[in-house]
């Protein structure tokens, strides 16, 4: 994986990632990465969806009528 100056990371790679999210193990889905840089990406990858889910049940509760109190 590349930092954000273009230089390859020199650690050694120990872990497989895949590519793109989901259940798709094909070879040209997978890469050998380094352990922190899996971690990073997964938990940035993990975080955005924990963020998505909490939008989703938001707007279940969300108002589309203004509150009594407030008119």
Known sequence: MKNTYGERCKE???EVDHIRAGDDHSDDNL???CEWHHGKKSGG????ALAAKRRQIDKRFRRTEE???LL
Do not use: N
């Open 67 to 69: 509150h009594p109190g």
């Open 12 to 14: 050694a790679a120990v």
């Open 45 to 48: 990858e993990g975080g955005a």
């Open 31 to 33: 890469r050998a990465i």
